[in-house]
């Protein structure tokens, strides 16, 4: 395990824990106001996606795209937006997002202004379906290394 | 070969066309006053990510690092931004930029709100690089299928 000082990925979860592996979590993050917002955080401190040895790139990647067929089956969204950006803490993960066509955002991006507000009732029955999504998560990944 | 009618990238090349293969083309963007940000589209009009068999995500996203460990040779950024949303244009690409803490929305990613207006100074030496990189790039990635 490597880890930096002062990385909040390194001093802590980023989020609230769902799965925990020997290499990667996976936690489901309070941000933007979208209602399923995971992100695959790689353990060690590893700044870029290309800094991961093939193998464990794909370990990766395979984690990410179980959580967005888990979301597609569960959730319904319009779309499942991937992206790594690190520019704020360069600490690997993975943000894996659901995106809803009425959400607060949509279309555009989890980081870019607002569009409006979301129905309060169409949140909630996306956050009624998280602890499916999570469970099936946690049967589809518990034994990946 | 699937393709919508309508869809942009299936309709047009969605930036200058730096490498074309059976499966995926590198394009370069124009785009949020970025000088280094690239696509790697997938040619099949494919929506999710996950949509993909796994052996084509393991290539495509070897393609992505591919691109990515080039820029960080050439290009020395602050930090590579890989991203696949879709939300607009549910066709498959991945967003793959080079970030520099000069540029014009560091450290807020390339679809949020503009932080400053970049130094053209800066902006031509990446540039200046970008034929560099793709040289490179035309030679790793030109066997791959």
């Known amino acids: 395990m490597s880890a930096a000082a002062g990385c909040p990925l390194c001093e802590g979860p980023g989020g609230r824990v769902v799965l925990q592996a020997p290499r990667w979590r996976l936690v489901h993050a309070q941000e933007a106001g979208l209602p399923a917002f995971?992100?695959?955080?790689?353990?060690?401190?590893?700044?870029?996606?290309?800094?991961?040895?093939?193998?464990?790139?794909?370990?990766?990647l395979d984690v990410v795209t179980t959580v967005e067929e888990a979301m597609l089956r569960h959730l319904h969204p319009a779309k499942v937006n991937l992206a790594t950006l690190g520019n704020m803490v360069p600490h690997l993960h993975w943000h894996v997002i659901a995106r809803f066509d009425w959400?607060?955002?949509?279309?555009?991006?989890?980081?870019?202004?607002?569009?409006?507000?979301?129905?309060?009732?169409?949140?909630?029955?996306?956050?009624?379906?998280?602890?499916?999504?999570e469970r099936e998560l946690a049967a589809r990944l518990r034994p990946s290394p």
């Open 38 to 60: 995971y992100r695959v955080v790689w353990q060690d401190h590893v700044r870029e996606f290309s800094d991961l040895p093939r193998d464990d790139r794909i370990a990766c």
């Open 103 to 133: 959400d607060s955002h949509f279309p555009g991006p989890a980081w870019g202004p607002a569009q409006r507000v979301a129905d309060p009732a169409r949140v909630r029955v996306i956050e009624a379906a998280l602890p499916g999504l």
